[in-house]
């Protein structure tokens, strides 16, 4: 099983960037599949996941409204839409799959078993 991140760069203040995760070795909607972040000098934190199946999602409270997660099964791809980014949001950002996720609790890092590379996100003017 293999997860590519990618999209990753440099945006402003208020800008957007899409992040994409191509998965293979695994089917998508087989799996719940999380985003990660870490900043620099700080912890990996949950971002988003979406659940196997019928696709719950979940977003941690800074991101919520602003980022949006989904999934194309066809492509067996994961995408993080990022709007109305702010400088805070600069970070390394993972996928990993084969974890836990639900509508009601935030996603930890040692809930999921398989990550991909990073792609950095860097915001600012």
């Known amino acids: 099983v293999q997860l590519q991140a990618f999209g990753g760069g440099l945006a402003q203040p208020g800008g957007s960037l899409r992040l994409s995760c191509a998965v293979s070795?695994?089917?998508?909607?087989?799996?719940?599949i999380g985003w990660f972040r870490q900043a620099p000098g700080k912890g990996r934190e949950g971002v988003s996941c979406i659940s196997r199946g019928d696709g719950t999602t979940w977003y941690a409270g800074s991101v919520k409204g602003r980022f949006t997660i989904s999934r194309d099964n066809a492509k067996n791809t994961l995408y993080l839409q990022m709007n109305s980014l702010k400088p805070e949001d600069t970070a390394i950002y993972y996928c990993a799959a084969e974890g836990i996720c639900s509508a009601s609790w935030p996603i930890y890092d040692e809930e999921y078993d398989i990550w991909g590379q990073g792609t950095l996100v860097t915001v600012s003017s």
């Open positions: 070795g695994l089917t998508l909607v087989s799996s719940s």
